[in-house]
């Protein structure tokens, strides 16, 4: 069975940081492409970053030098580093985890919410 889980989310001001993780268990974790996606109420869910299994990525502009995907493959964890962090930020953040072959699973969701 396969489970994905997010953690790290919560309430931080402008301007800070937080780093969320994701826990995946039951896949062979290296060969997916670890994403992040967010959504707000009302909104479509955005793909914020992704990490293939060799380690390239690729952001959203408007998180561009400000947020870091990261993958430990031994661990089976993904991470997302955000830092400077702004009000238009906040948001449901969700883990997916995604093979061209249509293998697609999704973690729950942690809230980060930015404001002062």
């Known amino acids: 069975q396969v489970h994905v889980v997010e953690s790290g989310g919560g309430l931080v001001q402008p301007g800070g940081s937080l780093r969320l993780s994701c826990a995946a268990s039951g896949i062979i974790f290296s060969v997916y492409t670890m994403r992040w996606y967010r959504q707000t109420p009302g909104k479509q869910r955005e793909l914020v970053a992704a990490?293939?299994?060799?380690?390239?990525?690729n952001y959203l502009d408007s998180v561009k030098d400000r947020f870091t995907i990261s993958r430990d493959n031994v661990k089976k964890t993904v991470y997302l580093q955000m830092n400077s962090l702004k009000p238009e930020d906040t948001a449901v953040y969700y883990c997916?985890?995604?093979?061209?072959?249509?293998?697609?699973?999704w973690g729950q969701g942690t809230q980060v919410t930015v404001s002062s």
């Open positions: 990490i293939t299994g060799g380690g390239s990525s």
């Open positions: 997916n985890a995604f093979l061209m072959t249509g293998m697609d699973y």
